[in-house]
């Protein structure tokens, strides 16, 4: 079991830049896959990056050159580094755990990122 805690959300304008942190607890950091998902109103929540404890990382098209996930496992803590903000990146940011020896994942709260002039 793992308990998600995300910061870092707001508002910020076009070109703007803004980190979220996840802190995670309650069990072993390195036996998960780390991630950021996001969903905007009316739409299915998605993909955006998403990390191993061996650094391999994936990062959905609309996000590559713009955002950087990182990882700092003795903190217990994941990064999404977001800048040159987009209108459309406007949504709510869900970190993700995924269990590689269980097989089971675990969700945050969500935080709210709105990019406005």
């Known amino acids: 079991q793992v308990q998600l805690v995300e910061s870092g959300g707001g508002l910020v304008q076009p070109g703007g830049s803004l980190r979220l942190s996840c802190a995670a607890s309650?069990?072993?950091?390195?036996?998960?896959?780390m991630g950021w998902f996001r969903q905007a109103p009316g739409k299915q929540r998605d993909l955006v990056a998403r990390?191993?404890?061996?650094?391999?990382?994936n990062y959905a098209d609309s996000v590559k050159g713009r955002f950087t996930i990182s990882r700092d496992n003795a903190k217990n803590t994941v990064y999404l580094q977001m800048d040159s903000l987009k209108p459309e990146d406007t949504a709510v940011y869900y970190c993700?755990?995924?269990?590689?020896?269980?097989?089971?994942?675990?969700w945050g709260q969500g935080t709210q990122v709105t990019v406005s002039s």
């Open positions: 309650g069990s072993i950091f390195r036996n998960y896959v």
């Open positions: 990390l191993t404890n061996g650094g391999i990382t």
């Open positions: 993700h755990a995924h269990n590689i020896v269980y097989m089971r994942d675990y």
